[in-house]
């Protein structure tokens, strides 16, 4: 990013205060530059914003702490640990899976470990023990080399792809990102329930296991291999953590400041332009919005990376409707976690991507229960529940609201989803129950996130939209403008955004390695 004609910046400005904003600005800062912040609402946050109610807390977006070895190595580049910024608890079970009643299925606790895992996998089928243990292998062996060898490569080189130890796994490789991920599932696991278990985390990178390529198959790793993670307080407390370290090395965060475009000059981005008409001036401008927004409207199209027509070839993550609703008394039907399976599963991708696209009914969701963990989310003698149903990324579905006051449709579905909740659990009174209630739809994160289309997480990572062939962290247009988020490099999750911070922070380097980046030089 910086040469003899090009010399290193010394002011930064960053687009939006979500953990990759957040990530970047404190990382900069770290490496000696003058750094603002600026936001369009009123807090920090992005999609792992927070929503108090009533004495609820609710957590608005990301719920699940995997990759703990990213979280890690980001605080020690800024002096610190995972230990000393956050309260991490690790749950037992790691999530709870309900089938549709009419299958007669019953429930399954998922315990992470290998032992516990493989336990489980033979207890409803036999033989699949084994099999799962021969899964995990390759899937631990896939995910340390996406580590070390993709997610922190800029890809500003063919280098790190000509790499002896890529070239020697080609074979297997090939495989991997030529077979879909319920292909490589399906064909050694039969019972519905354990082939759930093993496709549900492509959800988790925006998409389809009939679309990811099943080198994905690498996130089982994560959640039987390795074990899940709640920081106490909610995720965000991970949101203040690296707030706190972005302040600490001096960043200047604005909020209520919303960004009109990108001032331009010659070649280069030259700072940012408010609504209000105040232009920043900064020698690298980074934007964390969203990618098409940044792109599309941030920018006039002669300087475009990636414009409209560039979009419209692309496939977007899943929209979200979100349920937060606070619940008189207990629920110890739902874990932390817990997934609802529908029987109808591929039809449930089939209706969320396909051309026909609907809300599934019954949907395929996911239950996040903090309060199962952590008493100061609800109120004494209440809990504290999360919902996230995978819907089309349609903003034109609606907007959520307080109390049922959002758009018909959106509602409609929010009570499909509790009637669900409640036959499925066993939680016949669930809707009596409910004290606060707030929905979420694509028309919100259109409006409040500026999201493509009204998607909930980003690109999907199909093989076309992964690694080499998703969006760079720089513009090809501009000196001087810079890329992180989930739409970027490397990609979806909490992980992958403090990733792509870095990444930000490789290019300023000159770094083409692969491998992580280094602890930056103090000044």
């Known amino acids: 990013m910086s040469d003899d004609q090009n010399p290193a910046p010394r002011t930064a400005v960053v687009i939006g205060g979500g953990i990759s904003g957040l990530a970047t600005a404190a990382l900069l800062a770290a490496e000696g530059l003058s750094v603002r912040l600026v936001e369009a609402l009123d807090d920090v946050g992005g999609r792992a914003g927070s929503w108090d109610s009533e004495g609820f807390r609710f957590d608005t977006g990301p719920s699940w702490y995997l990759m703990p070895e990213v979280f890690e190595h980001f605080f020690t580049l800024l002096g610190t640990t995972a230990a000393a910024e956050l309260d991490l608890v690790p749950l037992d079970p790691a999530y709870r899976v309900y089938s549709d009643p009419a299958t007669a299925l019953k429930p399954l606790d998922v315990r992470s470990g290998r032992e516990a895992a493989t336990a489980l996998f033979e207890s409803v089928e036999p033989g699949a023990g084994a099999l799962l243990d021969a899964y995990l292998d390759s899937s631990q062996d896939a995910y340390q080399l996406s580590v070390s060898q993709f997610l922190y490569d800029t890809y500003e080189s063919t280098a790190g792809l000509r790499d002896p130890v890529i070239l020697r796994r080609l074979p297997q490789l090939t495989g991997l990102l030529t077979r879909s991920l319920a292909s490589r599932v399906e064909r050694d696991f039969h019972d519905p329930r354990l082939r759930q278990i093993l496709e549900y985390p492509a959800v988790f990178l925006g998409g389809s296991p009939y679309d990811l390529p ?103 993550s ?19 976690h817990t997934l609802l399976f529908a029987d109808a599963w591929r039809n449930n991708f ?33 809990e504290n529940l999360f919902v996230l149903v995978p819907i089309p990324a349609d903003p034109e579905i609606g907007h959520g609201g307080i109390d049922g006051e959002g758009d018909a449709r959106v509602e409609a579905a929010a009570d499909a989803v509790i009637n669900q909740i409640s036959e499925w659990c066993d939680i016949p009174d669930l809707k009596d129950r409910i004290v606060v209630r707030r929905t979420v739809a694509p028309g919100d994160f259109a409006s409040n996130l500026n999201a493509w289309r009204g998607n909930s997480l980003g690109l999907a990572h199909t093989l076309g939209q992964s690694a080499i062939f998703r969006p760079r962290n720089a513009s090809r247009k501009l000196q001087g403008l810079s890329y992180a988020g989930g739409s970027a490099l490397p990609g979806i999750g909490l992980p992958m955004c403090l990733i792509s911070a870095e990444l930000v922070l490789k290019r300023l380097r000159g770094d083409r390695t692969a491998g992580p980046v280094a602890e930056p030089t103090r000044v």
């Open 214 to 316: 099943s080198l994905y198959h690498l996130m089982s790793h994560l959640d039987l291999n390795e074990g899940v993670l709640y920081p106490r307080g909610g995720f965000i407390e991970v949101i203040r953590a690296i707030e706190r370290l972005a302040y600490a090395q001096g960043v200047d965060v604005q909020t209520n400041s919303r960004v009109s475009r990108i001032a331009t000059a010659g070649g280069r981005a030259t700072g940012v332009v408010l609504e209000n008409g105040t232009t920043i001036t900064a020698d690298l401008v980074v934007s964390t919005a969203d990618l098409h927004h940044s792109e599309t409207e941030l920018l006039p199209p002669h300087q475009q990376t990636y414009p409209e027509k560039w979009w419209a070839k692309k496939t977007p």
């Open 318 to 336: 899943p929209g979200a409707l979100l349920l937060m609703l606070g619940v008189n008394g207990e629920l110890p039907e739902l874990a932390h």
């Open 350 to 382: 089939d209706d969320i991507f396909g051309a026909n696209a609907k809300i599934p009914d019954p949907a395929s969701l996911y239950i996040c229960k903090p309060s199962a963990t952590d008493e100061g989310v609800a109120p004494a003698g209440h």
